[in-house]
């Protein structure tokens, strides 16, 4: 979470994909910013990526913002493919279909309250739930039992976003390029 941050067009429940660049414009990474309130954003993303955000935040950055990494307190699940709609809604008992894409939602999925944000790199309608890590077990296997009534859900990993990626062409760190974090010649390493 990133607070004290002001970007005016950048609406409260949107969603940005963020891409970050060394000096040297080599790719560090990328992942999601999700504006939460007026000053407060979360972001997710690949491997190192957060952790690189709040190393620039604290070491290179002159903002008067605070950042903390919370990867532990939160779950981000993947629901995606052609009926990936049907199960999220018979589970929140709700429409989804007003959420527009890379915009964000708060749900209840057995009386939990999640962030359900839109997207999709199957092709298809997907959403991105963000949530309580210590409910995560329970949600998951919430999403698992109502899929069933909509014909089974398939569990790919984290395998399948190379293939999703590919298949968007959308480069994905460490599987077609390697990451700048690990350049040398970057002003931040040293």
Request: glycine share 12%; proline share 3%; charged share 25%.
């Amino acid at each position: 979470s990133i607070s004290g941050i002001k970007i005016n067009p950048f609406e409260i429940g949107k969603g940005k994909h963020v891409v970050c660049t060394n000096k040297r414009g080599k790719v560090i990474g990328d992942g999601i910013a999700l504006r939460l309130s007026e000053d407060t954003f979360r972001i997710s993303g690949g491997p190192n990526f957060v952790e690189w955000i709040d190393f620039c935040l604290r070491k290179a950055g002159r903002w008067n913002v605070t950042s903390n990494i919370c990867s532990d307190d939160y779950f981000v699940f993947q629901v995606q493919g052609p009926t990936s709609i049907d199960i999220l809604e018979a589970l929140v008992n709700e429409s989804l279909r007003d959420i527009s894409y890379m915009y964000a939602k708060e749900v209840e999925i057995c009386g939990i309250k999640v962030l359900a944000l839109r997207q999709g790199m199957s092709g298809n309608i997907g959403f991105e739930l963000q949530g309580p890590s210590d409910k995560g077990v329970e949600i998951f296997n919430a999403i698992l039992e109502c899929g069933q009534k909509f014909g089974g859900v398939t569990k790919v990993g984290n395998a399948a976003k190379g293939v999703m990626h590919v298949e968007a062409c959308f480069p994905t760190a460490s599987w077609d390029y390697t990451p700048a974090i690990f350049d040398e010649d970057d002003e931040l390493a040293k």
